[in-house]
């Protein structure tokens, strides 16, 4: 079992930053074994993808819409994976949620099966 605890929302102006932080523990978990993604849920909208990461390749992906703003990371000492989010914009504003799935499918939604509970990103215009 993996365990999520995401941090960091908020409510914030257009063109500012925020950066969410994804706490992953669990007696199996391990940056090496999992993919690490970022999702996010608008009203209304499906859930989609907005970047992920397989650190023992060194991959990353990111959504076109956030490409050039937003950067995943992470703290291996500390179990903790982020998305730093720049030039953020009103359409950015969603429920964010962190997800631990399989490396093989770490750019589609299908290939994660462990998720945090989400924390809210608002930003206004």
């Known amino acids: 079992q993996v365990q999520l605890v995401e941090s960091g929302g908020g409510l914030v102006q257009a063109g500012g930053s925020l950066r969410l932080s994804c706490a992953a523990s669990?007696?199996?978990?391990?940056?090496?074994?999992?993919?690490m993604g970022w999702f996010r849920q608008a009203p209304g909208k499906e859930r989609e993808i907005v970047a992920s990461a397989i650190w023992s390749a060194g991959s990353r992906y990111y959504a076109d819409s956030v490409k050039g703003r937003f950067t995943i990371s992470r703290d291996n000492d500390k179990g903790t994976v982020y998305l730093q989010m720049n030039s953020l914009k009103p359409e950015d504003t969603a429920v964010y949620f962190c997800?631990?799935?399989?490396?093989?499918?770490?750019?589609?939604?299908?290939?994660?099966?462990?998720w945090g509970q989400g924390t809210q990103v608002t930003v206004s215009s």
């Open positions: 997800a631990a799935g399989r490396p093989q499918l770490f750019w589609d939604r299908r290939g994660y099966d462990y």
């Open positions: 669990g007696r199996t978990f391990s940056f090496i074994t999992y993919a």
